[in-house]
Protein backbone atom coordinates (compact mmCIF):
# COMPACT_ATOMS: atom_id res chain seq x y z
CA UNK A 1 0.00 0.00 0.00
CA UNK A 2 1.31 3.04 -0.99
CA UNK A 3 0.90 6.54 1.27
CA UNK A 4 0.81 9.91 0.40
CA UNK A 5 0.83 12.92 2.15
CA UNK A 6 0.49 16.40 0.93
CA UNK A 7 1.67 19.49 2.45
CA UNK A 8 2.46 23.11 1.57
CA UNK A 9 -1.39 24.55 1.21
CA UNK A 10 -2.47 27.40 3.00
CA UNK A 11 -3.99 31.11 2.75
CA UNK A 12 -2.15 33.19 0.03
CA UNK A 13 -3.09 36.39 -1.81
CA UNK A 14 -3.93 36.34 -5.61
CA UNK A 15 -0.56 36.48 -7.30
CA UNK A 16 1.17 35.49 -4.71
CA UNK A 17 2.82 31.48 -5.20
CA UNK A 18 2.94 28.34 -3.09
CA UNK A 19 4.68 24.76 -3.40
CA UNK A 20 2.72 21.49 -2.64
CA UNK A 21 4.85 18.64 -1.59
CA UNK A 22 3.23 14.93 -1.24
CA UNK A 23 5.87 12.50 -0.04
CA UNK A 24 5.01 9.14 -0.48
CA UNK A 25 6.25 6.14 1.98
CA UNK A 26 6.76 2.27 1.62
CA UNK A 27 7.92 1.74 -1.41
CA UNK A 28 10.03 3.64 -4.49
CA UNK A 29 7.40 5.51 -7.05
CA UNK A 30 10.22 5.65 -9.66
CA UNK A 31 8.32 4.04 -12.48
CA UNK A 32 4.87 5.35 -11.60
CA UNK A 33 2.84 8.12 -12.79
CA UNK A 34 2.31 10.71 -10.63
CA UNK A 35 -0.69 13.64 -10.46
CA UNK A 36 -2.28 16.34 -8.79
CA UNK A 37 -5.94 17.01 -8.64
CA UNK A 38 -8.03 19.54 -7.51
CA UNK A 39 -11.43 19.97 -6.32
CA UNK A 40 -13.61 23.13 -5.20
CA UNK A 41 -16.57 23.27 -3.02
CA UNK A 42 -19.75 22.21 -5.49
CA UNK A 43 -17.14 21.06 -8.24
CA UNK A 44 -15.93 17.55 -9.67
CA UNK A 45 -12.31 16.59 -9.19
CA UNK A 46 -9.80 18.36 -12.02
CA UNK A 47 -6.80 17.03 -12.68
CA UNK A 48 -4.49 19.82 -12.31
CA UNK A 49 -1.17 18.16 -13.95
CA UNK A 50 0.70 14.64 -14.04
CA UNK A 51 4.29 13.92 -14.78
CA UNK A 52 5.99 10.14 -15.58
CA UNK A 53 8.67 8.61 -15.09
CA UNK A 54 11.09 9.81 -18.14
CA UNK A 55 9.38 13.37 -17.48
CA UNK A 56 6.62 13.92 -19.88
CA UNK A 57 4.46 16.57 -18.35
CA UNK A 58 0.48 17.71 -19.24
CA UNK A 59 -0.81 20.48 -17.72
CA UNK A 60 -4.43 21.41 -17.16
CA UNK A 61 -5.24 24.72 -19.75
CA UNK A 62 -6.07 26.71 -16.77
CA UNK A 63 -2.13 26.37 -14.88
CA UNK A 64 -0.71 26.43 -18.21
CA UNK A 65 2.18 29.02 -17.74
CA UNK A 66 1.59 29.50 -14.02
CA UNK A 67 2.29 25.45 -12.67
CA UNK A 68 4.98 23.82 -12.63
CA UNK A 69 5.28 19.72 -11.99
CA UNK A 70 8.30 17.95 -11.06
CA UNK A 71 9.02 15.18 -9.01
CA UNK A 72 12.41 13.46 -6.94
CA UNK A 73 12.42 9.99 -7.37
CA UNK A 74 14.89 9.31 -4.79
CA UNK A 75 12.71 11.15 -2.35
CA UNK A 76 9.77 9.41 -3.30
CA UNK A 77 8.41 13.01 -3.66
CA UNK A 78 6.57 14.95 -6.29
CA UNK A 79 5.79 18.73 -6.21
CA UNK A 80 3.65 21.51 -7.32
CA UNK A 81 5.10 25.10 -7.89
CA UNK A 82 2.17 27.38 -8.40
CA UNK A 83 2.87 30.71 -9.38
CA UNK A 84 0.13 33.56 -10.08
CA UNK A 85 -2.38 32.10 -8.21
CA UNK A 86 -5.94 33.32 -9.00
CA UNK A 87 -8.81 33.28 -6.37
CA UNK A 88 -10.24 30.40 -8.73
CA UNK A 89 -7.45 27.96 -7.99
CA UNK A 90 -8.90 27.93 -4.60
CA UNK A 91 -9.72 24.25 -3.70
CA UNK A 92 -8.22 21.15 -2.17
CA UNK A 93 -4.97 19.84 -3.80
CA UNK A 94 -4.63 16.04 -4.08
CA UNK A 95 -1.50 14.01 -5.23
CA UNK A 96 -2.25 10.87 -6.90
CA UNK A 97 0.09 7.72 -8.13
CA UNK A 98 -0.78 5.28 -11.01
CA UNK A 99 0.37 2.09 -11.44
CA UNK A 100 1.14 2.52 -14.41
CA UNK A 101 3.69 4.28 -17.47
CA UNK A 102 1.54 6.14 -19.64
CA UNK A 103 0.07 9.95 -18.28
CA UNK A 104 -3.63 9.95 -17.49
CA UNK A 105 -6.26 12.70 -16.61
CA UNK A 106 -8.97 10.67 -15.00
CA UNK A 107 -8.90 10.67 -11.72
CA UNK A 108 -10.28 7.28 -12.11
CA UNK A 109 -6.83 6.19 -13.73
CA UNK A 110 -5.56 6.53 -10.39
CA UNK A 111 -4.67 4.13 -7.82
CA UNK A 112 -3.40 5.83 -4.76
CA UNK A 113 -4.60 9.22 -2.81
CA UNK A 114 -3.16 11.52 -0.77
CA UNK A 115 -5.74 13.61 1.76
CA UNK A 116 -5.31 16.75 0.34
CA UNK A 117 -4.49 19.89 1.46
CA UNK A 118 -6.43 23.22 1.24
CA UNK A 119 -4.96 26.25 -0.98
CA UNK A 120 -7.41 29.26 -0.22
CA UNK A 121 -6.32 32.40 -2.82
CA UNK A 122 -7.71 35.46 -1.46
CA UNK A 123 -8.77 38.68 -3.60
Known amino acids: QVQLVESGGGLVQAGGSLRLSCAAS????????MGWFRQAPGKEREFVAG???????QYADSVKGRFTISRDNAKNTVYLRMNSLKPEDTAVYYC?????????????????WGQGTQVTVSS
Open 96 to 112: AVRTGYLLAQSFSEYDY
Open 26 to 33: GRTLSSYV
Open 51 to 57: ISRSGAI
